[in-house]
């Protein structure tokens, strides 16, 4: 949760100067989740199937710093991000709406962000994910040499 993000602080009586600068400090997976709700039944193969509702949202290890920041803890997220739209919009979903601190983050070129899509039917869920494990860090070309940090989007 950032400092200029009115909302309660549960630790705020237990703080000193000293602290870290975040409670909870995650790294993982961000997959872009599209939810459809509101289908009658499972989609049939070879057909067109609509739903009532939808939405979008970051997910995969999102939701844990999500909730966690929604419960007034200091949230630090370690993840790689597409330089798509689906990176582009979960960033600032979880740094601009969450609060979520993305400085140990980056953004990795050339690749792009996993998705889910979940369809809700009869109390039951089916979720179709696409994605591959982001390079690692030492193989993506270094902020330094292009001279942005790691928040510059």
């Known amino acids: 949760m950032s400092t200029d993000t009115p909302g309660i602080d549960p ?10 600068a975040c409670d909870v ?26 739903a009532r509702g939808m939405g979008s949202s970051p997910g995969g290890v999102a939701n844990m710093a999500t909730a966690l920041a929604r419960l007034g803890l200091h949230t630090s997220l370690a993840a790689a991000f597409g330089d798509d739209h689906y990176g582009e919009y979960c960033w600032d979903a979880l740094e601009q709406g969450e609060g979520i601190d993305l400085s140990m983050s980056r953004t990795v070129p050339g690749w792009h962000s996993p998705v889910t899509v979940s369809m809700a ?6 979720m179709v994910s696409h994605g591959h494990e982001a390079p690692a860090p030492s193989a993506v070309p270094g902020r330094a040499a292009t001279g942005k940090a790691a928040t510059d989007r």
Do not use: C, H, K, N
Request: net charge negative; glycine share 10%; no cysteine.
């Open 11 to 20: 630790l705020l009586a237990l703080r000193a100067p000293q602290d870290p």
């Open 121 to 126: 039917y009869e109390g039951e869920r089916t």
């Open 25 to 50: 400090f995650l790294t993982g997976t961000v997959f872009l989740d599209i939810i459809f709700t509101g289908l009658d039944s499972a989609p049939v193969r070879g057909t067109e199937s609509w």
